[in-house]
Structure formats: structure tokens, C-alpha cells
């Protein structure tokens, strides 16, 4: 079956314009989550959802981003204002209940490469 | 979550062995301990996790230290294709709605 696709997988924009990442889990997966990951470095935690709802946003550098996943399906990234530090590929993974106790790994898609000039 | 410490970078000949080591010295009883690996130009993907036993699958095999604070993921045959960066991570059993912690990871480099 399809794995997690990610729209568009690279995206440049000026300092200061609004951008917004897609993301489409697998089918049937619950569990959302968004990671950035910078060059160089492993990919660093930014928001999880399970269904609709954002479970735990501990990990948004600030009030700049936000995300949506209105259905319980996709899942929107969007960044204010952006920044030169900014710049990253940001990836998103998707994963069974993992509130039903059962270890469920993630799946990850491509990411997107965002680059902010 | 507990911290894991995994060498920069590593080399492999194809067609042998590659023992990949990770220190977890401060891991706590209800951690798990998972590799994900990173393609180059791809998302992480899942190898393999495990908890107190030494775990097979058709990707790699976990051996995991009697006192728990070391684990090695072993591929049996590297081949090109296995060149990634791998990540050892500890996820505590009660998080299992949670984020992987990454670190720094291992970068594998293999010969042919």
C-alpha cells in the first residue's frame, strides 16, 4: 500500500512569507506525528496528534508554527513569518493506536525541504 | 527519555558483518530500546526494537547487554544498500504515544 506521502518535497521562500507543509499518513494510522530535521543533525520532535487532536505540541520552537489534522487524516505544518533559521527538511511519520499498548513503529515520509531565503 | 551514546561513523566491507554499539547507562526498567535508520535523501525507517531479550528479524538482530546498558544492532551481510545513518533510540513503555528521541546516530559507510 501507499506509505506517507509529504506535498511539495521542496518548497523556497523569502524571510517573512507563510508557508504550509501536507502531510498524508498511511490509511488507518491514528497517530500524526511532525519532526524538522536540520543538516547534519537527527530529526528533532515537533508535534504529535492522535486523531484529531494534538496530543503533546512540546516540541514547536514557537508561536510561529502551528498544525492542523481537522479530519483525523491529513495534517497540515504552517509556518508564520518564516526565517532564515528556519530551513530544514521537516518530515512527518505516521503510526498505528499507539495508545492500545502494542509497540507501533512509525512511518516516515520523504520530507519536505524547506529553504528560506 | 534516557540518552543513548553512539560512535560519529563507522565502516564495512560489503558482504561482511557490522556490529553497531550504543551506550544507554542511564536506562530505566520500562525503556525500550529502538533502531531506526536513515537512507540518504529518505525518512527514517524502523529496524527493530526489544527490551531485556536478544531480538532477530529479516532486517538485523538486537543484542541487548544482561544489565541493559549497552546494545549492539548487528547487520549479518552489509550490502551498499545499508549505507544510512542508524539511531539507537530509548522510548520509555508508558510513552508509547510519543516522540523518538533522535541523537546524533551512527553513520555507516560500507566498501564494496
Known amino acids: 500500500g501507499a506509505g506517507v506521502s509529504q506535498t511539495p518535497s521542496n518548497k523556497v521562500t523569502e524571510k517573512g512569507k507563510y508557508v504550509e507543509l501536507r502531510c498524508d499518513p498511511i490509511?488507518?494510522?491514528?497517530?500524526l506525528y511532525w519532526y524538522r530535521q536540520s543538516l547534519g543533525q537527527g530529526p528533532e520532535f515537533l508535534i504529535y496528534?492522535?486523531?484529531?487532536?494534538?496530543?503533546?505540541d512540546s516540541g514547536l520552537p514557537n508561536d510561529r508554527f502551528f498544525a492542523v489534522r481537522p479530519e483525523g487524516s491529513v495534517s497540515t505544518l504552517k509556518i508564520q513569518r518564516t526565517e532564515r533559521g528556519d530551513s530544514a527538511v521537516y518530515l512527518c511519520?505516521?503510526?498505528?493506536?499507539?495508545?492500545?499498548?502494542?509497540?507501533?513503529?512509525?512511518?516516515f515520509g520523504p520530507g519536505t525541504r524547506l529553504t528560506v531565503l | 527519555d534516557a540518552k543513548t551514546t553512539q560512535p560519529n561513523s563507522m565502516e564495512s566491507n560489503e558482504e561482511e558483518p557490522v556490529h553497531l554499539p550504543c551506550n544507554h547507562s542511564?536506562?530505566?526498567?520500562?525503556?525500550?530500546i529502538h533502531w531506526y535508520r536513515q537512507l540518504p535523501s529518505q525518512g527514517p525507517e524502523y529496524v527493530i526494537h526489544?527490551?531485556?531479550s536478544n531480538v532477530n528479524n529479516r532486517m538485523a538482530s538486537l543484542a541487548i547487554a544482561e544489565d541493559r546498558k549497552s546494545s549492539t544492532l548487528i547487520l549479518h551481510r552489509a550490502t551498499l544498500r545499508d549505507a544510512a545513518v542508524y539511531y539507537c533510540?530509548?522510548?520509555?513503555?508508558?510513552?508509547?504515544?510519543?516522540?523518538?528521541?533522535f541523537g546524533g546516530g551512527t553513520r555507516l559507510m560500507v566498501k564494496p
Open positions: 511519520a505516521s503510526s498505528l493506536d499507539p495508545l492500545e499498548g502494542s509497540y507501533n513503529e512509525q512511518f
Open positions: 490509511s488507518g494510522h491514528t497517530a
Open positions: 496528534f492522535q486523531g484529531t487532536g494534538a496530543a503533546d
Open positions: 542511564t536506562i530505566s526498567g520500562t525503556d525500550y
Open positions: 526489544g527490551l531485556t
Open positions: 533510540i530509548l522510548r520509555a513503555y508508558n510513552n508509547a504515544g510519543n516522540m523518538l528521541t
